[in-house]
């Protein structure tokens, strides 16, 4: 599947991707793009020349400056227009003249990625974050935390906390350590967080919400979504232990959490799905999902830089290092009548695989900080950095990307980074 606009072999945009964002150009007012190689399809420019008029949905939701209204659609009307921008953007198709030859349309609609700043995608009114990874609950569950094992219900059913929206940002927004309290000497202290660390998550774009009362059934919880994203869980380790200990985590993460800009329909990702981590066990009927390959194959790189700008390896996870996928977590999300609305966001938790390379946090890496973690510089064989946490300057880099199969093109998701300053 081909576009008659390029794209780079290695791009995270191909055709068969075409996330949605929220960018300006300039400081104009936001509005809602598709990537596509190098450049953002303005679909604001496209609902007003009526291209999609015929669709028979509400082509104003598409000149809104958050992506709400439009995810609230549902599935159905995303699938139609995503059909739509395919015929559009391919090569081979009459329904690209359209767009690739009306010069002046090309002109108004297609913007370079260099020269757009990128804005939240939509307006979050909840963040939840769960608890799924198999690898992470084993490194942490145990001598790390304190706790004797990991508690039974963690495989029984997909455990979470409430976040707090407020502080969810976009990627390149910088991160001030937080100020809290925790224990020094035995004693309790308030002070600048000593443990800062990152957590490599993917996190869902609820779509179509639920009413107050009601539940999502799981067969049908992907209708539900509108996308995902790559997110960085900020944790503060030594507040966030310090006061898990009476109830849950609290200001040990509300300080900052970090997604990438761009949300990857659920479609892009279908060629890349794969079995979670023991699919065999015996869950409760409201959990139990017939499609076997729940959850997606794709690979996440962690990179941190340090003050000379040179780039470290942090390591690699995966998203399919999770025990409960998308769905299940949506569906017990609802269980007791919780209501769901479009732009909420939910995350998986940490993404760690079974090795040392693969730890999605530093808090494993280290061990709680009783080792130094090496990192090796990304362009040469010779320079390393150890850390036990995040100190300031560090900047944390995510990036994801399933390379394509049979011919389709890469998914990926743009950056999800962040960079840490003093402490206010």
Same mark, same amino acid.
């Given at each position: 599947?081909?576009?008659?606009?390029?794209?780079?072999?290695?791009?995270?945009?191909?055709?068969?991707?075409?996330?949605?964002?929220?960018?300006?150009?300039?400081?104009?007012?936001?509005?809602?793009?598709?990537?596509?190689?190098?450049?953002?399809?303005?679909?604001?420019?496209?609902?007003?020349?009526?291209?999609?008029?015929?669709?028979?949905?509400?082509?104003?939701?598409?000149?809104?400056?958050?992506?709400?209204?439009?995810?609230?659609?549902?599935?159905?009307?995303?699938?139609?227009?995503?059909?739509?921008?395919?015929?559009?953007?391919?090569? #081979?198709?009459?329904?690209?003249?359209?767009?690739?030859?009306?010069?002046?349309?090309?002109?108004?609609?297609?913007?370079?990625?260099?020269?757009?700043?990128?804005?939240?995608?939509?307006?979050?009114?909840?963040?939840?974050?769960?608890?799924?990874?198999?690898?992470?609950?084993?490194?942490?569950?145990?001598?790390?935390? !304190?706790?004797?094992?990991?508690?039974?219900?963690?495989?029984?059913?997909?455990?979470?906390?409430?976040?707090?929206?407020?502080?969810?940002?976009?990627?390149?927004?910088?991160?001030?350590?937080?100020?809290?309290?925790?224990?020094?000497?035995?004693?309790?202290?308030?002070?600048?967080?000593?443990?800062?660390?990152?957590?490599?998550?993917?996190?869902?774009?609820?779509?179509?919400?639920?009413?107050?009362?009601?539940?999502?059934?799981?067969?049908?919880?992907?209708?539900?979504?509108?996308?995902?994203?790559?997110?960085?869980?900020?944790?503060?380790?030594?507040?966030?232990?310090?006061?898990?200990?009476?109830?849950?985590?609290?200001?040990?993460?509300?300080?900052?959490?970090?997604?990438?800009?761009?949300?990857?329909?659920?479609?892009?990702?279908?060629?890349?799905?794969?079995?979670?981590?023991?699919?065999?066990?015996?869950?409760?009927?409201?959990?139990?999902?017939?499609?076997?390959?729940?959850?997606?194959?794709?690979?996440?790189?962690?990179?941190?830089?340090?003050?000379?700008?040179?780039?470290?390896?942090?390591?690699?996870?995966?998203?399919?290092?999770?025990?409960?996928?998308?769905?299940?977590?949506?569906?017990?999300?609802?269980? !007791?009548?919780?209501?769901?609305?479009?732009?909420?966001?939910?995350?998986?938790?940490?993404?760690?695989?079974?090795?040392?390379?693969?730890?999605?946090?530093?808090? #494993?890496?280290?061990?709680?900080?009783?080792?130094?973690?090496?990192?090796?510089?990304?362009?040469?064989?010779?320079?390393?950095?150890?850390?036990?946490?995040?100190?300031? !300057?560090?900047?944390?880099?995510?990036?994801?990307?399933?390379?394509?199969?049979?011919?389709?093109?890469?998914?990926?998701?743009?950056?999800?980074?962040?960079?840490?300053?003093?402490?206010?």
């Amino acid at each position: 599947m081909a576009s008659w606009i390029s794209v780079h072999d290695n791009s995270d945009f191909s055709l068969h991707n075409l996330p949605y964002g929220v960018f300006s150009v300039n400081r104009s007012r936001p509005r809602i793009g598709v990537a596509i190689g190098g450049y953002v399809l303005d679909l604001k420019v496209i609902a007003q020349d009526q291209i999609l008029g015929d669709l028979e949905f509400n082509t104003q939701t598409l000149e809104e400056k958050d992506s709400n209204a439009y995810a609230a659609l549902g599935k159905d009307v995303h699938t139609r227009v995503r059909k739509r921008l395919h015929q559009l953007l391919e090569a #081979e198709t009459t329904l690209g003249s359209v767009l690739r030859d009306h010069q002046d349309r090309r002109n108004r609609s297609l913007v370079l990625l260099s020269n757009v700043t990128m804005h939240l995608p939509v307006k979050i009114g909840d963040n939840t974050d769960f608890f799924v990874g198999l690898h992470h609950a084993e490194n942490v569950c145990g001598p790390i935390d !304190g706790s004797a094992e990991i508690c039974p219900s963690f495989f029984d059913m997909p455990i979470a906390y409430h976040g707090r929206s407020s502080s969810v940002v976009i990627s390149a927004t910088p991160v001030h350590r937080p100020k809290g309290q925790f224990v020094e000497d035995g004693k309790p202290v308030s002070a600048p967080c000593r443990q800062l660390d990152f957590e490599v998550e993917l996190a869902l774009v609820v779509g179509q919400g639920s009413k107050m009362g009601s539940s999502i059934d799981v067969k049908e919880a992907e209708d539900h979504i509108f996308g995902v994203v790559l997110m960085n869980d900020w944790s503060a380790r030594d507040i966030q232990l310090w006061e898990s200990t009476v109830l849950g985590p609290f200001n040990g993460k509300n300080f900052c959490t970090t997604i990438s800009p761009w949300i990857v329909p659920l479609e892009a990702l279908e060629p890349f799905r794969t079995a979670p981590s023991k699919p065999d066990r015996e869950l409760l009927a409201y959990l139990t999902q017939k499609e076997v390959e729940s959850a997606y194959d794709i690979p996440i790189q962690v990179t941190t830089f340090e003050v000379n700008n040179e780039k470290y390896d942090a390591g690699k996870c995966n998203t399919n290092n999770v025990i409960f996928s998308l769905a299940q977590m949506l569906t017990h999300h609802t269980r !007791g009548g919780c209501p769901l609305r479009p732009g909420d966001l939910i995350a998986t938790g940490t993404l760690s695989g079974p090795t040392q390379s693969e730890l999605g946090c530093l808090m #494993e890496a280290t061990r709680h900080g009783t080792e130094s973690y090496e990192m090796q510089a990304m362009s040469s064989s010779k320079g390393k950095i150890s850390r036990k946490y995040l100190e300031n !300057g560090d900047i944390i880099e995510f990036t994801a990307q399933a390379r394509g199969k049979d011919g389709l093109g890469n998914v990926g998701f743009g950056k999800c980074s962040g960079k840490v300053l003093a402490a206010i």
